[in-house]
């Protein structure tokens, strides 16, 4: 079964850090591209970060750039969104998810050609 296990996540003031871990099982991520999305209440699902598969190419929202980085460890199976300097604006829950070694992390962030599976969420809470 392929799936994602995801963990990190948590309450942070504004100003701090989180680190998000998306763990893959029952497939290889190195043959895929990886990108994380967020949905905050009310809003659109939206893109924060894709890494692709081939080169380590990195795609960053302008709401994220600058802040957030996200990076893979082949060896590890796994996926990390590093968040810096979170802000309240930030806070939502994020999933993470994968598509096809031949989706660009444009075609996967902005496009949303997704092609699953999900993680199960982790939820991110900026707060004074």
């Known amino acids: 079964q392929l799936k994602f296990v995801q963990s990190g996540g948590g309450l942070v003031h504004p100003g701090g850090s989180l680190r998000l871990s998306c763990a893959a099982s029952?497939?290889?991520?190195?043959?895929?591209?990886i990108g994380w999305f967020r949905q905050a209440p009310g809003k659109e699902h939206e893109g924060v970060s894709c890494?692709?598969?081939?080169?380590?190419?990195?795609y960053y929202s302008d709401s994220v750039k600058g802040r957030f980085t996200i990076s893979r460890d082949n060896a590890k199976n796994t996926v990390y969104l590093q968040m810096n300097s979170l802000k309240p604006e930030d806070t939502a829950v994020y999933y993470c998810?994968?598509?096809?070694?031949?989706?660009?992390?444009?075609?996967?962030?902005?496009?949303?050609?997704?092609?699953?599976?999900w993680g199960q969420g982790s939820q991110v809470t900026v707060s004074s």
């Open positions: 890494i692709s598969g081939r080169d380590g190419n990195a």
């Open positions: 029952g497939f290889t991520l190195d043959d895929y591209a």
């Open positions: 998810t994968a598509a096809g070694l031949w989706v660009t992390v444009q075609g996967l962030c902005v496009d949303k050609r997704i092609q699953g599976p």
